[in-house]
């Protein structure tokens, strides 16, 4: 039989040999550790898991489906009654890890949950982003804090939503922080409709409530659209509610490592390849001939996942232009421009504005 021969000359060796058939299996644990653990920078899909990214705002009040909310963070419903806020917090775990959460306030309840009903919080991850968890295991690990205790679900999607796969996870204690680690044994599957490249690549979300058709069986793909099991708890009973996440990581193998602190930059970064808010310094300046058209350019400061959607301008302040907000001239990945007709010859002319830019999944 092979055996494994310790260096002798090293004291932290074990004594005596042992049969490769027994430590073969602790090498491969002790592989798979050391390749998370050097796998540097990346290695979180997330982006934003640590709820700091808020260029939208700190709070959102009756947020509607679709909606997103803190950056990446996008709000999924269909037919509830309930009324929720979506809020940044500063409430967080004991360790002093995180300095935000993200959390949903209940404010109109939905006491019966109808067959329909679904409630969750989610985030798209891109399909060049999680190509590579094909066949691979992963893991999710995050903390919560729900008032509600027993079963909670989450759940991974692909982009038609034709394909499910939902976790269990126990909360044990009303209103505490608790750590959670759930996998996806065998990873992403092919069967079904996939985006690998710009689309969405990944739909990973935390149920709140799910009627029973949103419901299927835990921890196997699944053909169809599922938010949760039948064990889920209702977490939109009552305006004392709330559901709160932060430390979001999600990882290539079955072991979940210590979180990834990313630069605060990156991270902005990041969230900026589907949002980017331009603040009041756009402007243009210079002679300005009434009736004539003008044009800021401006670059992006990350290129966008495609063509931004939505471009959203806002007035700030004119000479010799009108008072209201520019127009788009051309728009791609990389950038704009700003249009506006001057309304009266100056040679100190000018038009300031902000805007914001959407090319969210």
Not at 198 to 219: D, E, F, H, P
Request: glycine share 8%; charged share 15%.
């Amino acid at each position: 039989m092979a055996t494994y021969v310790p260096d002798a000359t090293n004291a932290s060796e074990p004594v005596g040999t042992r049969p490769i058939s027994t430590a073969a299996p602790e090498f491969r644990a002790l592989k798979q550790r050391v390749n998370q653990l050097t796998t540097g920078m990346g290695k979180n899909k997330i982006i934003n898991g640590k709820m700091e990214i808020a260029q939208r705002g700190t709070s959102f009040a009756a947020v509607v489906a679709g909606q997103y909310t803190l950056d990446r963070w996008r709000f999924s419903s269909n037919t509830t009654s309930a009324v929720i806020t979506v809020s940044q917090q500063s409430d967080v775990p004991s360790s002093n890890e995180f300095q935000n959460s993200l959390r949903l306030a209940v404010t109109t309840a939905d006491t019966t949950i109808a067959s329909t009903d679904q409630v969750n919080i989610q985030q798209r991850i891109e399909g060049y982003n999680v190509r590579d968890l094909i066949g691979k295991t992963f893991a999710l690990s995050f903390w919560v804090r729900s008032t509600k205790t027993g079963t909670h679900c989450a759940y991974f999607q692909n982009s038609a939503q034709d394909r499910t796969f939902v976790v269990e996870y126990t909360v044990s204690a009303s209103n505490t922080w608790e750590s959670k680690t759930v996998t996806v044994s065998g990873g992403l599957i092919t069967a079904g409709t996939w985006d690998w490249t710009t689309g969405t690549g990944l739909l990973v979300g935390w149920t709140l409530a799910a009627g029973s058709t949103a419901q299927t069986t835990a921890g196997a793909w699944q053909t169809g659209t599922f938010f949760a099991t039948s064990a889920q708890v209702n977490c939109l009973d009552s305006t004392s509610n709330i559901f709160a996440i932060t430390g979001v990581q999600l990882e290539v193998g079955s072991v979940a490592t210590p979180f990834e602190h990313r630069p605060y930059q990156t991270e902005l970064a990041l969230a900026q390849r589907y949002y980017e808010v331009g603040g009041n310094e756009n402007i243009y300046s210079g002679y300005a001939n009434s009736g004539s058209a003008y044009y800021d350019a401006v670059r992006y400061a990350v290129v966008k996942r495609a063509t931004p959607s939505t471009i959203v301008f806002s007035d700030v302040a004119n000479v010799g232009f009108p008072n209201s907000a520019p127009t788009l001239g051309s728009n791609n990945a990389s950038g704009f421009y700003a249009q506006k007709t001057s309304n009266a010859t100056s040679t100190a002319a000018y038009f300031q504005y902000s805007w914001t830019s959407n090319a969210e999944l």
